[in-house]
């Protein structure tokens, strides 16, 4: 039975607080994945968190979620501006995505100005940090009454 969101996090999401600190903030990982799990605590959802350095895994993981959740938010990190094959995955399941980016991709280096995977997805979050994954389920809440 599918229920609640799949939070899936790409490439070196798992470095903040550490990396770029310019851009991304000084919050960690677990900083970030403790604001979601505690807005969707406290908005009655079930939500699991998922991180991985590999496109493979995070295909699989796209892949599963289609059986076993109503929705993903994704943030694809750097593979948003060149996975076809996660662009792939996502047309391929039933259940609607959204991808979210801490920062605001528009306003940094023009190679981040293009995700490949945008258009596979029911809609796009960017620049407004940790909020930005908050956004994501609100819409999730709001649009499909998860």
């Known amino acids: 039975m599918k229920n609640g969101i799949l939070v899936i ?3 070196n999401i798992n470095l903040l607080g550490k990396r770029e600190t310019s851009v991304y903030g000084n919050e960690t990982y ?3 994945c403790n604001r979601i799990k505690k807005f969707a605590e406290n908005n009655n959802i079930n939500i699991e968190i998922f991180q991985s350095n590999h496109e493979g895994e995070i295909i699989d993981k796209i892949h599963d979620a289609d059986e076993n ?3 993903i938010v994704l943030n694809a990190g750097a593979f948003s501006h060149y ?5 792939d995955a996502v047309k ?6 959204i991808e979210v980016h801490l920062s605001n991709i528009y306003s940094r280096e023009d190679y981040r100005h293009v995700s490949v995977i945008s258009d596979a997805c029911l809609g796009q979050i960017s620049g ?3 909020k930005s994954y908050i956004l994501g389920v609100a819409a999730f809440m709001d649009n499909y009454g998860i």
């Open 30 to 32: 677990e900083d970030l």
């Open 69 to 71: 959740f109503k929705g």
């Open 9 to 11: 996090n790409g490439p």
């Open 92 to 97: 391929a399941i039933s259940i609607p995505v």
């Open 128 to 130: 407004f940090g940790y």
């Open 83 to 87: 996975s076809i094959a996660i662009k």
